[in-house]
């Protein structure tokens, strides 16, 4: 049953299937096995970052094509829901319509770009997508009555999802039981839904052939499969999640501006994960954003006690300042890039490959 | 000394004046093995490129001919085995080194510049040149008496040329300096009759200055013309060297080698 | 270029802006002090996208750290103007010149030097392999942008122009500005110097050549990595010039520049197809002009004009105005 849950895509690995077990249990129980509002939000963003990365996966892992229009996806999800109950109130309806209008938005955008893609070369196309992104970046900064400029929109939820409301008065396991807990455990289902439903996306007939196309398109083209129609679908599917990572945000942090969810920053971060969890796995987006997300909510503090630590070295201090931890990020980039080209997931399996191989358990 | 081949298949009876007795290997390609990517390509070519002779390198479509070119240009590193010019081993050399011990390389595509003019074309290939005025005049106007296309299109881009005209154009550029080596292939392809007949006269006149060729040739009427020496190569490996005069009067061999019915 | 029927069109496309334009600004002068502004720009963004274009041509290595260098050659700029205040602030344009082209020449040799290392350690282990290409230069640009903000500081440096050199002159009723005009010169000396070498040296024919076929290249004899270094370095050291244009054309320099140009360059290159030094210079006006013109007409427009004018020009030409052929 578990093997068609997970659509036959199985870990292929001991240590990652226990590896996705405690990651999965660890974020199932994190309110009560991490207390405090920051461990709270770093496994928030974990789920998001999971959605994102995973979406962003299916575009380039499995289909091979490089787009930095990703985070333009992840905005519209976020703006829709801050638009939507900024004019129209906390209410459930708000929601609805700030995501449907946003999923339209997203599919409509997904399908000129992909449909666009027919035109130009790869190449072109991740410079166009970087083009794109960027106005749109401006656009919301400038579009001030609509999307609140470059301060954002704050917003309310409804009730039930917002931190005030208390379903009861004293404390569960350590843990008051109250809006947030019931945004997280929202989270928390639409993720895992969401992550097993793109599984499923990639082992149909449908994934196969766009692996077929990122392996060779001509050969592709050539046995009959309509490569541009299978790209465009795929830049759709993947836009479409993107948007729903975005609404996730929105509703985790009831604030959305242009920083928040259309920088480039996030993009390289999606990038930086999907790299260093394994492209075209699925399940690197899992490790990945877990990886990520703690070291960038833990690496500042690191950052700053290295920096106190070599205050006489003032040049040392300054490199290792936590506001630089953009620049160690960056290291371990490019490292990852050449080192672990196929990510911790691609590594595992190597591994566990090469125990089959030998005739050890794996 | 025999100086046909090293390893032939049938027993050699050179009449005494097709080949130079005296001549040796300029080029020896030993137990040479090419992986393109997953694939096997050459599997162990031994082959040897007589000094001042015209070598053919026949075969069917898919023999690995055109890959041992590449090999021999360094455009592919063989997986093993050894290459050897005038004495020295180039195995493991780089492309441009290659080039630099004077070895010119026409390749299948004719590696036109096709944005560039004849005039550039012709300039680049002349390493010591560093403009037009410093190409030696002299050279130029023998190759223009071989090839004339090259003087009337001087200024003209390459790309406009005709298939011949450009085919002209590629041995022409790999001579517009000396060279010890010329590898080229399938020179005659696709050209009107009359054009291979001044093809082959250049040949002729650049053995007779000296100059070693290597050439791949289908066509073994035009083959038959020029070559002195042959290897017939199938399925990567050389299966048949000898002269050329050798397999022109042997009709049963050139039928089981190359498929001709003469 | 000696070529007989040379392709006018994308060359007719720049004046052919400029004068649909006119009636829409209506006054003349207005026009003029805007269409200069245009070429400008324009001309400073070639100078930066001139490297980029041809380091793709070349070497099919996609660069997107070029902004790293726009970024280092303007902080180096402030750097090296701000030392030499007394010649800064001299009225005398001969003086401010004195200032100013050594801070061109050090900006160009430390984006050069950066480049060197950028291409040894950042590029060359990723030849041929475009996806981890564009990852990898990305990060480099990330840690190299990091590196200034340790060096230079984190926030927004003025970098005010000399004293001679600021105002305008009038030309009837338009008011140019000088620095605008100066860079065009710039500009265009760059463009001369650039289309002189790769035309009329062997040097520029091996380039010319290597673009078209790399392997042909070097199975002449040339060694075309030792080429390809020092095209990569010139052209660090070109948007290193072009960042001091640059910095000193809005007057100031913020770490993100780099990101920011990095984006109107990739749109010219993409206009002018890959590879193509003319394509890069008449993009570039493009870009430029129409820039200032949106920035006039309808200001909220202005970044989505661009990518308009990107996508009118792809449905024209998939490849760009000028394709290299041979790819």
């Not at chain 1, 990510?343 to 190597?350: A, P, Q």
């Amino acid at each position: 049953m578990l093997t068609r849950l997970l659509s036959n895509d199985l870990p292929r690995s001991r240590t990652l299937a226990m590896l996705l077990l405690v990651l999965l249990l660890g974020l199932a129980f994190a309110p009560f096995l991490f207390p405090g509002v920051k461990a709270l939000n770093v496994a928030a963003k974990v789920l998001i970052f999971i959605v994102l990365v995973a979406s962003f996966d299916l575009l380039l892992g499995y289909t091979g094509i490089v787009s930095f229009a990703h985070t333009m996806f992840f905005g519209i999800g976020a703006y829709g829901i801050a638009i939507a109950t900024t004019r129209m109130g906390p209410t459930w309806e708000a929601l609805a319509v700030g995501l449907g209008c946003a999923l339209v938005l997203s599919f409509l955008l997904a399908l000129v770009i992909g449909l666009f893609s027919l035109r130009v070369r790869a190449i072109f196309f991740a410079m166009i997508t970087l083009a794109v992104a960027s106005a749109f970046l401006t656009l919301a900064s400038q579009l001030s009555e609509f999307t609140g400029g470059e301060d954002g929109l704050t917003f309310k939820l409804p009730e039930i999802l917002s931190p005030s409301f208390e379903f009861m008065d004293e404390k569960f396991l350590g843990v008051m039981l109250d809006g947030r807990l019931v945004t997280y455990y929202l989270l928390f289902v639409l993720a895992v839904a969401l992550l097993l439903t793109l599984l499923r996306i990639v082992n149909s007939p449908f994934g196969r052939v766009l692996q077929a196309i990122r392996e060779n398109e001509f050969r592709a083209e050539a046995i009959g499969y309509r490569v541009v129609v299978y790209r465009t679908i795929s830049s759709i599917l993947s836009a479409l999640f993107a948007c729903v990572a975005g609404a996730m945000l929105a509703l985790w942090l009831r604030y959305n501006g242009p920083d928040t969810s259309l920088s480039f920053e996030i993009m390289m971060d999606v990038l930086l994960i999907v790299v260093i969890g394994g492209m075209g796995t699925m399940y690197g987006a899992v490790v990945g954003a877990t990886l990520f997300m703690v070291a960038q909510s833990y690496l500042q503090d690191l950052l700053r006690l290295g920096s106190e630590a070599t205050a006489a070295l003032p040049w040392l201090s300054a490199l290792l300042s936590p506001q630089r931890w953009l620049l160690w990020l960056g290291v371990l980039f490019v490292l990852s890039v050449y080192y672990f080209p196929t990510g911790v997931v691609g590594r595992l399996r190597l591994r566990s490959a090469r125990k089959i191989s030998l005739g050890l358990p794996s | 000394m025999s100086a046909a081949g090293p390893l032939p298949t049938v027993a050699q009876r050179s009449p005494p004046d097709a080949v130079n007795p005296m001549s040796q290997a300029l080029l020896t390609l030993s137990g040479v093995h090419t992986h393109i990517g997953p694939y096997h390509i050459l599997h162990g070519v031994d082959l040897s490129v007589p000094k001042a002779q015209v070598t053919l390198l026949l075969g069917r479509n898919g023999a690995g001919k055109t890959t041992t070119l590449r090999t021999i240009m360094g455009l592919w590193r063989a997986s093993a085995g050894t290459l050897t010019f005038a004495g020295r081993d180039i195995t493991a050399l780089s492309t441009p080194e290659i080039a630099e011990r004077n070895i010119a390389y026409v390749p299948e595509n004719m590696g036109i510049f096709a944005d560039l003019t004849v005039r550039e074309n012709m300039l680049l290939a002349a390493r010591s040149a560093a403009s037009e005025k410093q190409m030696d005049t002299q050279r130029l106007d023998w190759i223009f008496g071989l090839f004339p296309a090259v003087q009337k299109f001087w200024n003209y881009p390459a790309g406009k040329l005709s298939g011949g005209q450009k085919q002209m154009l590629a041995v022409a550029r790999s001579i517009v300096e000396p060279r010890e080596l010329l590898i080229v292939d399938e020179p005659s392809k696709g050209l009107a009759p009359s054009i291979i007949n001044n093809m082959s006269n250049a040949f002729a006149e650049l053995k007779a200055t000296g100059v070693t060729i290597l050439l791949v040739e289908q066509n073994f009427n035009f083959a038959q013309k020029i070559g002195d020496t042959v290897a017939v190569m199938d399925n990567g490996v050389v299966v048949h060297s000898g002269s050329m005069q050798e397999l022109n009067q042997d009709a049963a061999l050139q039928k089981s080698l190359l498929g001709l019915a003469l | 270029m000696n070529n007989p029927d040379f392709d006018w069109m994308p060359v007719a496309l720049v004046p052919l802006l400029a004068l649909l334009v006119l009636p829409l600004i209506g006054s003349g002068s207005t026009w003029l002090t805007l269409t200069v502004a245009g070429l400008a720009m324009g001309l400073i963004i070639f100078v930066i996208a001139s490297g980029l274009t041809l380091v793709f041509g070349l070497m099919d290595v996609l660069n997107f750290g070029h902004g790293l260098f726009i970024a280092l050659g303007a902080f180096v700029a402030t750097t090296v103007l701000g030392s030499m205040s007394d010649w800064t602030m001299s009225d005398q344009l001969w003086r401010n010149m004195v200032a100013v082209f050594p801070a061109m020449l050090v900006a160009m040799a430390v984006a050069g030097a950066v480049g060197l290392a950028f291409e040894r350690f950042i590029v060359k282990p990723v030849y041929g392999q475009h996806l981890k290409q564009i990852l990898i230069t990305m990060g480099g640009m990330i840690i190299g942008e990091e590196l200034i903000k340790v060096i230079w500081g984190p926030q927004q440096i003025p970098l005010p122009l000399p004293e001679a050199m600021r105002g305008s002159i009038l030309i009837g009723d338009a008011a140019i500005e000088k620095y605008r005009i100066i860079a065009v010169v710039v500009g265009l000396v760059v463009f001369g110097a650039l289309v002189w070498t790769l035309n009329k040296t062997k040097i520029g024919l091996l380039i010319r050549a290597g673009v078209q076929d790399r392997e042909m290249v070097e199975s002449l004899g040339y060694r075309i990595r030792r080429l390809f270094i020092g095209v990569f370095v010139m052209g660090s050291a070109l948007a290193g010039l072009g960042g001091v244009m640059w910095g000193l054309y809005q007057q100031t320099v913020t770490p993100q520049m780099g990101a920011q140009v990095n984006v109107l360059i990739f749109i010219v290159i993409i206009i002018g197809g890959l590879g193509s030094t003319a394509g890069a210079l008449i993009g570039a006006l493009l870009v430029g002009l129409m820039a200032n013109y949106t920035g006039y007409l309808a200001p909220k427009v202005a970044l989505f004009s661009n990518i308009a004018l990107m996508a009118a020009i792809l449905l024209w030409r998939p490849q760009g105005v000028y394709p290299v052929t041979n790819r």
